[in-house]
């Protein structure tokens, strides 16, 4: 830039002073200081700059401390869980002179993440976006997370394009990731020794808690259709919960309980089997559970603790952790015994048949699961019985449910409404977007379909899949 602009003035802002070192002497004559870029604030002129780069560090609440957080939040006027790319963005539309521009280099989570409704909202508000890059998992450079670049103008908001790289596992022909990336269509490209699939469009988004996601033509006609045919999303119809959570699963969860000496090994009916991402696979009933979890608990329609006097074994086993186990503060703050764990309001829904999903995974693996055991945290969950609608049995909507999560409909569907994807195309099957999956009225001859197929897949007939697609994309009218 400073050749291209000889007459630009640069000032620079780094906390390691080894980078400004470097900065100071590939940019002789720009003012370079070590210094906090967020406690600067009021030695920087405001309404000066023509263009604010900044690439800030992704350092989350859990790691700023609460305490920091929260003067941050109060400061820059943010909401929930932030980190350090929040108040970098608030800072910035004051900074920039009217027809400035903003570049950001930062995670791509704020895209679609609850926690990134506060950078969306102060682009959306503050700022016009112009461009919008999700690299992905492209790794164009070293990063602890998967990036994404922002270009955002002070001034009129306008139509901005959104364009996205993800490797995918297939041959393409060697090409130019960043022409593929700065083109006008979507492209296969083979960079390096990945396949990258580069879909390019616009901006869509409504309300900052609404992802940010890619659209064109052709998409927005689609998803009307979805829309047109769909009779409820599966939040609608369902609640979606999470599996338990110990905060200290090497005491609570493991494979080795009958290796414990006799005195500490811990009664047989308080340790159950215990369902993980390792477990489930789509279609097919779970495989038998790895582990098992020190369950607390009694299966009552309401969660109680159980007597740890009535439990000799497993109070002389807990006994043993109990500093840590007592250390867990969420658990005091909620008025919890010491020994307690992170579990529903009604244990005894383990025992129903329940659809269970991975929260980390490639591919969509729901299945039902009808053996009773708990479900880990890694996963979430939806309590059968509790699946009503008119005429329809709880069975079927389970099926239905499961069909259409599994298809590649509804893996397209995650990928063009809600996108959260990690490295090698894992997806976050989490509820915030497992709960917008459209599903078709049951009353229908194509759900009766799906209903049936899904029957014979998770009876082990694999050749009901083709079956299956057919009857999925017929529901929502994609012959």
């Known amino acids: 830039m400073a050749k291209a602009h000889p007459d630009a003035v640069l000032t620079g802002l780094d906390l390691d002073g080894q980078a400004v070192a470097a900065a100071r002497e590939r940019l002789p004559g720009a003012d370079i200081r070590q210094a906090d870029f967020i406690e600067a604030d009021e030695s920087l002129p405001h309404a000066s700059f023509d263009l604010v780069i900044t690439n800030p560090p ?30 970098f ?10 027809g400035g521009v903003l570049a950001l280099l930062c995670s791509n989570r704020f895209l679609t ?7 969306r909202g102060l682009l959306s508000e503050r700022l016009a976006v112009r461009e919008v890059f999700d690299l992905g ?49 979507d492209t296969v490209v083979r960079f390096g ?54 905060t200290a699963d090497p005491v609570f969860i493991g494979d080795r309980w009958d290796t414990l000496p006799p005195e500490h090994s811990p009664e047989p009916e308080l340790l159950r089997p215990l369902l993980t991402h390792h477990d489930v696979r789509a279609w ?34 807990l006994g043993l952790h109990r500093a840590r186990l007592e250390g867990r503060r969420y658990l005091r703050a909620a008025g919890r015994e010491w020994f307690e764990i992170w579990v529903p309001q009604r244990p005894s829904m383990w025992r129903e048949p329940k659809i269970v999903f991975p929260d980390i995974s490639p591919e969509p693996r729901f299945t039902v699961d009808r053996s009773g055991a708990v479900v880990n945290g890694d996963c979430y969950w939806i309590s059968v019985p509790e699946l009503v609608a008119p005429g329809v049995t709880c069975d079927d909507l389970a099926n239905l449910v499961v069909g259409v999560a599994n298809s ?71 012959l």
């Open 113 to 119: 993440t609850r926690a990134g409704v506060n950078v």
């Open 58 to 87: 992704y350092v989350r609440t859990q790691v700023l401390g609460a305490a920091a957080a929260a003067r941050l939040a109060a400061r820059f006027g943010l909401k929930g869980r932030i980190d350090l790319t929040h108040p």
């Open 408 to 478: 590649a409909f509804g893996a397209r569907f995650y990928d063009e409404v809600c996108g959260n994807r990690l490295y090698a195309g894992r997806r976050r099957w989490i509820t915030q977007y497992v709960g917008l999956l459209p599903l078709p009225d049951p009353t229908t001859a194509a759900a009766r379909e799906v209903i049936e197929a899904v029957g014979s897949l998770t009876a082990g007939d694999h050749g009901q899949l083709p079956r299956l697609e057919r009857a999925v994309r017929a529901a929502f009218g994609e």
């Open 89 to 98: 963005v608030a800072m910035a539309p004051d900074l920039l002179r009217p």
């Open 284 to 317: 097919l009933p779970p495989r038998p559970p790895r582990t098992q979890v020190l369950y607390p608990y009694l299966d009552l329609p309401t969660r109680t603790v159980v007597d740890l006097s009535a439990h000799p074994r497993a109070a002389a086993y």
């Open 193 to 246: 020794a990945r396949t990258f699939a580069v879909s390019v469009g616009t901006l869509a988004r409504g309300a900052p808690e609404q992802p940010w996601r890619l659209t064109n033509p052709d998409r927005d006609r689609r998803h009307a259709h979805v829309r047109s045919r769909t009779w409820r999303t599966l939040g609608e119809l369902a609640r979606i919960r999470v599996g338990i959570k110990t």
């Open 137 to 185: 998992d492209t790794r164009l450079f070293e990063a602890a997370v998967l990036p994404a670049i922002v270009v955002a103008v002070k001034g009129a908001q306008g139509v901005a394009r959104f364009a996205s790289a993800y490797e995918v596992p297939q041959e393409a022909p060697e090409g130019d990731l960043y022409a593929a990336l700065t083109g006008q269509d």
